[in-house]
């Protein structure tokens, strides 16, 4: 059940890891939805990235504060990529 839990709280804090990101990085915006989950993707993106590959995981120590710093840089990177395939109209 810890899991779950785990699971939960991972999406919660990459959603708004996503609204941060596109609040920040403006025009680069995907919709709701899509912002909840580049923000997500985002999230693990930058967890697999910098903590698990290059081994800098000194904000992982700062509990949902850190993972939500993660996230949010994690969510900018996704977006700003997102955003150089994205279709312009």
């Not at 899991?3 to 915006?29: C, D, H, V, Y």
């Not at 949902?64 to 993660?70: A, D, H, M, T």
């Amino acid at each position: 059940m810890d899991w779950l839990w785990g699971l939960i709280g991972n999406i919660i804090i990459g959603a708004l890891a996503g609204w941060i990101a596109s609040s920040l990085m403006t025009g680069r915006a995907f919709g709701l939805v899509g912002n909840i989950i580049l923000g997500i993707v985002g999230a693990i993106v930058a967890q697999l990235l910098f903590v698990n590959l290059l081994n800098i995981g000194w904000f992982s120590t700062w509990g949902w504060v850190g993972s939500l710093i993660w996230g949010v840089i994690g969510a900018i990177i996704v977006l700003a990529i997102a955003s150089l395939f994205r279709r312009t109209a």
